[in-house]
């Protein structure tokens, strides 16, 4: 069971925003695993993708429709990645396009396609474009739900988050889902992510609010260090909050990183993304522990950064965790191992959540191992770490590794 994940929030509705979910049989017969995500004319829209060089086939037609028009249809596929698939797997993203647009009425640049699932195996393009009316007729502004459902893979819960806030007296929605289990070490996003809120908002300030929450949470996190070939993350901005259903005044569209109203809207999009992330840990392929990784004392980010990915990544680390074996010196080895020049050691401490157990770059004169077993034990963890270098901190967040992350990935693809 994911780790203090219990189910999907209430998710509210987006004005402009409706979402529809079939069964295509893509994979397995039976189970959602089609999703439309209708936006409403004058919406913007921007993303950021992954930057692994292997990307999929939906990445390469997403990435170039969305520099061509603004998209009026997200459509998102599980069961098949549509990766390693060459010149035929673009072909099929843009005929699954096309099959979209035909339906609805719009440009196919104006569909932005997204796969997850086996890399290395041609799109069922048939399958997918038998299943789209299935999931247009059910479009829905309360479809959150079902689509959440719809874009999981190895995810064992759904993954969603909402927010409203007030912004210069309009009440605003921000509500996104996720999936992601494995194959996590993202460089932009988690395997695939959909926010939308009904701010209104210049296209180059949601793009920055995107990029700002994004560095924040999903570029954060890892399961496993590994990048996925189909990450994407996108945010939608309909425009249609409205200050109250006796006035109906529009909110004032949001034309500057340094206004107010930005930072109330970006902080509540990092909430969500970060909300997401997490959720991503915590069903992390046979995950049983959430690990927060807090790095404090840093000469800059970018060595706290290091630091702290160097901790999370590491397979000692984390089946050790897995074992609830307070084993410090696979954290201080993992510090070793950063690449942060001239690192004095001696200046060095660590905690296991509130337990000293590394100080002056040695062993704490005031712990005992049974401390830090009771720590270990715990389902979700804080290891902290004083490089005594500066005024810069970070965080990351990871999962311990289990017998059942390599069950998991070995039985993959049966």
């Not at 998209?71 to 843009?94: C, E, F």
């Not at 719009?106 to 299943?131: D, W």
């Not at 084993?327 to 191992?337: E, F, K, P, Q, T």
């Not at 804080?382 to 965080?395: F, S």
Request: net charge negative.
């Amino acid at each position: 069971m994911a780790v203090g994940l219990t189910g999907l929030p209430d998710m509210y509705r987006v004005p402009g925003i409706r979402l529809g979910t079939a069964r295509a049989g893509i994979k397995k017969p039976d189970r959602r695993d089609l999703v439309i995500m209708e936006i409403a004319a004058g919406a913007h829209s921007v993303a950021v993708f992954t930057r692994n060089a292997f990307c999929a086939a939906p990445v390469t037609v997403a990435r170039d429709h969305l520099s061509l028009s603004s998209p009026r249809y997200l459509l998102i596929n599980t069961g098949n990645a549509n990766a390693g698939t060459g010149k035929s797997g673009v072909l099929d993203a843009q005929h699954c396009c096309d099959a979209m647009a035909g339906l609805a009425g719009c440009a196919a640049s104006e569909v932005l396609p997204f796969s997850t699932g086996v890399i290395g195996e041609s799109l069922p393009v048939q399958r997918i474009v038998a299943g789209l009316p299935a999931a247009y007729a059910v479009l829905s502004a309360t479809g959150w739900e079902d689509a959440a459902h719809g874009i999981m893979t190895t995810d064992t819960v759904a993954k969603g988050s909402s927010r409203q806030v007030q912004i210069d007296g309009t009440r605003v929605t921000v509500t996104g889902i996720a999936k992601g289990s494995g194959m996590i070490r993202p460089d932009m996003a988690t395997m695939l992510a959909f926010i939308a809120t009904d701010a209104a908002c210049d296209v180059s300030v949601l793009q920055q609010c995107l990029s700002d929450a994004v560095e924040k949470s999903f570029n954060r996190i890892t399961v496993d260090g590994d990048t996925s070939t189909n990450d994407a993350c996108v945010l939608v901005a309909t425009g249609q909050a409205v200050s109250s259903e006796r006035d109906g005044h529009a909110q004032t569209p949001i034309t500057s990183t340094a206004s107010v109203a930005y930072q109330v809207l970006c902080d509540a999009v990092t909430a969500v993304c970060t909300e997401l992330a997490q959720a991503v840990i915590r069903d992390g392929e046979g995950a049983t522990k959430l690990i927060t990784v807090d790095v404090q004392g840093g000469a800059n980010d970018a060595e706290c950064t290091q630091v702290a990915y160097a901790v999370a990544h590491s397979p000692l680390v984390k089946t050790a965790f897995f074992a609830c074996d307070p084993n410090w010196g696979r954290i201080v080895m993992a510090i070793g191992r950063a690449g942060v020049e001239n690192l004095d050691v001696s200046r060095i401490a660590v905690y296991l959540g509130d337990v000293c157990i590394v100080q002056d770059g040695g062993r704490a004169p005031t712990y005992r191992e049974e401390l830090g077993q009771q720590v270990m034990k715990q389902a979700e963890i804080t290891v902290r770490i004083m490089l005594g270098r500066g005024a810069c901190q970070t965080q990351v967040w990871t999962c311990d590794f289990s017998y059942d992350y390599v069950r998991i990935n070995a039985e993959y693809r049966s």
